[in-house]
């Protein structure tokens, strides 16, 4: 049984560029969320997304969007990339929506690099 | 600003020895979950303790969860090289907010 997949692992772009992360969730798993952990801190939510449609949003500009598709697997994109959206990124699915209604599996992350 | 804040930000213990960490949070909670990170990889699920649960085990760890005081613990019992990691504490309620973590190191 294959856990929650990220991918790129690593990925180095240059400010205002754009760039996509991409989710595969825990089988089984319906729900996806993304988060932002900057270097030395905890994991910050950005969204969360069920049944196709973005269900909650964490304190994130536009710039930050994403998409699920029919087989539960999600993207995030961010335009206009800045210094500061240096970070990893970590994926998490869950079987059912809301944020604290049950434990959440997490990729190994995406780290983004932008020069 | 994260309502989570663990304490202590950084933990140092021999093998053997129980490693304690502290989190406390601001406002009403649903539940409070626990997560362990290796090296800046994803995160591991611990444990989830319900806001009208007071104390619960899983292998060596404790986790107690006192509302009246907004905090919770997470004991880790007779501590091995390998739990060496950073340990997050999320509440969850209208959103889902992970504290800054203790990055615990237990020596061998």
């Known amino acids: 049984d294959a856990g929650v997949t990220q991918s790129p692992t690593h990925l180095i772009k240059t400010r205002g560029q754009q760039v996509t992360l991409r989710c595969s969730p825990k089988?089984?798993?319906?729900?996806v969320s993304w988060y932002q952990q900057a270097l030395g801190q905890g994991p910050q939510f950005i969204f969360q997304y069920y049944e196709e449609e973005e269900r909650q949003r964490g304190n994130f500009p536009d710039r930050f969007s994403g998409h699920q598709f029919p087989n539960y697997s999600s993207e995030l994109n961010v335009n206009a990339l800045l210094l500061g959206d240096s970070a990893l990124y970590l994926c998490?699915?869950?079987?059912?929506?809301?944020?604290?209604?049950?434990?959440?599996?997490f990729g190994p992350g995406t780290r983004l690099t932008v020069t | 600003s994260q309502q989570g804040e663990e304490d202590p930000q950084a933990l140092s213990i021999q093998e053997g020895e129980n490693a304690t960490m502290n989190c406390s949070y601001k406002?009403?909670?649903?539940?409070l979950q626990w997560y362990r990170q290796n090296s800046g990889r994803g995160l591991v699920h611990l444990i989830l303790?319900?806001?009208?649960?007071r104390e619960k085990h899983s292998g060596r760890l404790r986790v107690t969860l006192d509302t009246s005081k907004k905090s919770s613990s997470l004991l880790i019992t007779a501590s091995r090289a390998a739990d060496t990691a950073s340990y997050f504490c999320a509440t969850g309620g209208q959103n889902f907010v992970f504290g800054p973590g203790t990055r615990l190191s237990v020596l061998p």
């Open positions: 406002t009403s909670i649903n539940n």
């Open positions: 089988s089984g798993h319906d729900t």
């Open positions: 303790i319900r806001s009208n649960e």
């Open positions: 998490a699915s869950s079987p059912g929506p809301g944020l604290a209604a049950y434990e959440q599996y």
